[in-house]
T-cell receptor
Framework: TQLLEQSPQFLSIQEGENLTVYCNSSSVFSSLQWYRQEPGEGPVLLVTVVTGGEVKKLKRLTFQFGDARKDSSLHITAAQPGDTGLYLCAGRVSNNNDMRFGAGTRLTVKP | ETGVTQTPRHLVMGMTNKKSLKCEQHLGHNAMYWYKQSAKKPLELMFVYNFKEQTENNSVPSRFSPECPNSSHLFLHLHTLQPEDSALYLC????????????????????FGPGTRLTVL
């Protein structure tokens, strides 16, 4: 069982649609990060959330950290082909600050 | 371009070969990391170096041997690998505090290199 479960594992949508991907755990995190990884590249940090209930916006991307700091969501409005990639969440476990990654959601946005 | 470079980008090796992966960071960071990324699995942290000292070794087999000669360079020496070791090996760096122990890593941001795609035949 993975510490961080990401869903869905795969998502294929048309340009202009909205979508939400999830990152869930039974553990509490002191912080949680979202990365996007494109083919042939390493993950690139999108956002870090620290406070329970925190919402951060990055253009068309909205990130939310759960009140209990156990889960997070990423919502994309009006998806574009450039949003295609592997979205990874990574959390620092609250009791020891070990960093753990989810397996990712692979998003494809078709023109 | 994240300021972290990795060479080679692709490597094919036999099980009896010895090869090395190289990582260099141009960000002035003091912590460097090796991760293994396999298909459909989470990134697995392998090694952590902070100020050139190895601070974590997550039960990695001895056929993987890290080396950190200075804060800017990190190597992963490979020998007698197995086909299941085929994966994308990612290097990362961050500006982690020296003396705060794990607490200093709370909001530490890691910058990743592009990875080395390793295939073991």
């Amino acid at each position: 069982t993975q510490l961080l479960e990401q869903s869905p594992q795969f998502l294929s949508i048309q340009e202009g649609e909205n979508l939400t991907v999830y990152c869930n755990s039974s553990s509490v995190f002191s912080s949680l990060q979202w990365y996007r990884q494109e083919p042939g590249e390493g993950p690139v940090l999108l956002v870090t959330v620290v406070t329970g209930g925190e919402v951060k916006k990055l253009k068309r991307l909205t990130f939310q950290f759960g009140d209990a700091r156990k889960d997070s969501s990423l919502h994309i409005t009006a998806a574009q082909p450039g949003d295609t990639g592997l979205y990874l969440c990574a959390g620092r476990v609250s009791n020891n600050n070990d960093m753990r990654f989810g397996a990712g959601t692979r998003l494809t946005v078709k023109p | 371009e994240t300021g972290v470079t990795q060479t080679p980008r692709h490597l094919v090796m036999g099980m009896t070969n010895k090869k090395s992966l190289k990582c260099e960071q141009h960000l002035g960071h003091n912590a460097m990391y090796w991760y293994k990324q396999s298909a459909k699995k989470p990134l697995e942290l392998m090694f952590v170096y902070n100020f050139k000292e190895q601070t974590e070794n997550n039960s990695v087999p001895s056929r993987f041997s890290p080396e950190c000669p200075n804060s800017s360079h990190l190597f992963l020496h490979l020998h007698t690998l197995q086909p299941e070791d085929s994966a994308l090996y990612l290097c990362a760096s961050s500006q982690a505090p020296r003396t705060s122990g794990r607490a200093g890593f709370k909001t530490d941001t890691q910058y990743f290199g592009p990875g080395t795609r390793l295939t073991v035949l």
